[in-house]
DNA sequence: ACCTTCCGTTAGTGCCACTAACGTTTCGGC
DNA sequence: GCCGAAACGTTAGTGGCACTAACGGAAGGT
């Protein structure tokens, strides 16, 4: 945090774009600290997730679910297999694909970061310690 | 558009930092398209608007008011001084700095973008056509 | 047989958030 | 007055993510 925040005008305050991305990126970094205790990012969680829920699948049909573009998803999945949390295997019926399969080491690693993940989403939701009812200044 | 999107698993579809994300990219797009037509970018905008705001101030300030950091700060306002929106004098009174002053052209240039902007916000808080009142099957 | 489409892969671009280090200048304490 | 801490502008570079372009190989439609 090298930039102490200053007093944002008025005139870029109320842009909605603007609140949504900063919301964006409060939360990327919350979720994107957590995964990292484990050295993942979003993607490879991403990634783990689509494939406990709907088993194998080609690349290309992780990227559909997962909106990660198929370019990116060679690397991602090359750091999976690598932790040997999936394995990359031909598809025999359709030689183009690739059947990506969720090794138990990988539904382990999917178990751990779930948790951060849901650590996260709590610590997003509830950043205000007192909700009180008597209601804010800026109300 | 490459990639055609698919269905998401229920386990991606339900994390709040997910939705966040994707709001923010979509309504990054929609500002960084129309920003584009000017050959702008939202940083340009946030800068001209807050000089317009309150008045000259060191690029510092501007970092602090627009939440750009001062290392990429550097590049949008040599981009902005080359297009004559912005004058940058040493400031006489504390050598560090510099001073930053609003031209005329520049006044010009937010107005346009600040139209654009303004266009992206409608675009962005009313993409359902009919707000029909019975309401929609997942409700 | 063609042509189109899909697939995985490589390479590269652009935006943005962020860090590190630098030389200069100013300020606060002593 | 001096010295160290802090602020400033600048340069350089990193890393994540969204996205494009092009390829060779394989499958599918007609």
């Given at each position: 945090m090298?930039?102490?925040?200053?007093?944002a005008?008025?005139?870029l305050r109320?842009i909605?774009?603007r609140l949504i991305a900063g919301a964006a990126?409060a939360a990327d970094r919350?979720v994107?600290d957590?995964?990292?205790?484990?050295g993942?990012?979003?993607?490879h969680?991403?990634?783990?997730?689509?494939?406990?829920?709907?088993g194998?699948?080609?690349?290309?049909e992780?990227?559909?679910?997962t909106?990660?573009?198929r370019?990116?998803?060679?690397?991602?999945?090359?750091e999976?297999a690598?932790?040997d949390?999936?394995r990359r295997?031909?598809?025999?019926?359709?030689?183009?694909?690739n059947v990506?399969?969720l090794?138990?080491a990988?539904?382990?690693?999917l178990?751990?970061?779930d948790a951060?993940v849901?650590?996260?989403?709590?610590?997003?939701?509830a950043?205000?310690?007192?909700p009180?009812r008597a209601?804010?200044?800026?109300?």
């Amino acid at each position: 945090m090298d930039q102490p925040p200053g007093p944002a005008p008025t005139r870029l305050r109320a842009i909605p774009s603007r609140l949504i991305a900063g919301a964006a990126i409060a939360a990327d970094r919350i979720v994107a600290d957590r995964l990292a205790t484990e050295g993942a990012r979003k993607w490879h969680f991403a990634v783990l997730a689509a494939l406990a829920e709907t088993g194998a699948a080609s690349q290309a049909e992780l990227g559909r679910r997962t909106g990660i573009y198929r370019s990116d998803m060679v690397a991602v999945l090359n750091e999976l297999a690598d932790a040997d949390c999936v394995r990359r295997d031909p598809d025999p019926v359709d030689r183009r694909r690739n059947v990506i399969t969720l090794t138990p080491a990988g539904r382990r690693h999917l178990e751990r970061l779930d948790a951060l993940v849901s650590d996260a989403q709590r610590e997003l939701l509830a950043p205000s310690p007192p909700p009180s009812r008597a209601n804010s200044s800026t109300c």
